[in-house]
């Protein structure tokens, strides 16, 4: 039997990534050893996830951080080109399956690894500055929108990873499990300007919802009501700008847009 170069590649890969045994009449005795090659790719994949997911393989060990990527990599075998985007499902897989949606620390430990790597990696962009906030004429800032810096990062935490994660970063035993929060809790990933080093903190709860708002195109008057629920309504434009001015120095914002206006 032959076969087209391209017709045995795309065979080769259905077999790998699906278990797809067309391939193997067009193997030397029906290709007894393509097992070490199923083996080889998966162990290369969960090699690659653990180098992104380190403190959620410290937090499982060796056996489970296996038995775990190798359901998830069945569950979610590989779409993309590059593999660098393998473990984009990570934290909601494991909130959604057993056993592990009963340890709701290992869903948050993977979210929070994700975010900081799309920061580390993302593209770069010219940032505004605060003197560019002088420049929007009055009857602009109820429209106000704006352009985040690609390397911006948020995800929603249900336990404080940050303590256990700096631990293994520093290659030294974490002293407790992440602890729960009372509720859901906003983080922020970015790449600093100026080190270039990813960065991340705990947003307050008004300006945790405010940034979501923000990055979803909510304008600044909708951004005022939101922070309004969380202080007196006289103080939440004041509060707003001061969020505003405080995104613009972290080096979050790249640009000021309000619809139909120019200056």
């Known amino acids: 039997m032959t076969a087209s170069l391209l017709d045995i590649q795309s065979k080769f890969q259905s077999r790998l990534l699906n278990g797809d045994e067309a391939i193997n009449p067009h193997l030397a005795k029906g290709g007894p050893f393509m097992g070490a090659y199923d083996y080889?790719?998966?162990?290369?994949?969960?090699?690659?996830?653990?180098?992104?997911?380190?403190?959620?393989?410290?937090?499982?060990?060796?056996?489970?951080?296996?038995?775990?990527?190798?359901?998830?990599?069945?569950?979610?075998?590989?779409?993309t080109k590059s593999v660098r985007w393998i473990g984009r499902f990570?934290?909601?897989?494991?909130?959604?399956?057993?056993?592990?949606?009963?340890?709701?620390?290992?869903?948050?430990?993977?979210?929070?690894?994700?975010?900081?790597?799309?920061?580390?990696?993302?593209?770069?962009?010219?940032?505004?500055?605060?003197?560019?906030?002088?420049?929007?004429?009055?009857?602009?800032?109820?429209?106000?929108?704006?352009?985040?810096?690609?390397?911006?990062?948020?995800?929603?935490?249900?336990?404080?990873?940050?303590?256990?994660?700096?631990?293994?970063?520093?290659?030294?035993?974490?002293?407790?499990?992440?602890e729960p929060y009372a509720k859901a809790e906003i983080w922020a990933a970015w790449r600093d300007p100026e080190t270039l080093m990813v960065t991340y903190r705990l947003t307050d709860t008004d300006e945790g919802q405010a940034l979501l708002a923000a990055m979803d195109g909510q304008t600044f008057d909708g951004i005022c009501e939101i922070v309004a629920d969380h202080t007196e309504a006289d103080e939440a434009a004041v509060r707003a700008a001061g969020l505003l001015r405080l995104w613009i120095e972290s080096g979050w914002v790249i640009g000021l847009d309000a619809e139909g206006m120019s200056w």
Do not use: C
């Open 90 to 178: 990570v934290g909601d897989w494991l909130g959604n399956v057993d056993p592990w949606q009963a340890h709701p620390e290992l869903s948050a430990m993977a979210k929070f690894e994700w975010m900081l790597g799309l920061a580390f990696d993302a593209p770069d962009a010219t940032l505004i500055g605060v003197e560019d906030i002088g420049l929007v004429p009055p009857e602009a800032w109820p429209m106000l929108t704006f352009t985040f810096h690609p390397a911006l990062n948020t995800t929603s935490l249900s336990h404080d990873v940050s303590s256990f994660y700096q631990a293994v970063q520093a290659e030294i035993d974490p002293s407790a499990a992440p």
């Open 40 to 79: 080889a790719y998966r162990a290369r994949l969960i090699e690659i996830l653990s180098e992104d997911f380190e403190g959620l393989h410290t937090l499982l060990g060796d056996e489970q951080f296996a038995s775990a990527m190798t359901d998830y990599i069945n569950a979610h075998p590989s779409t």
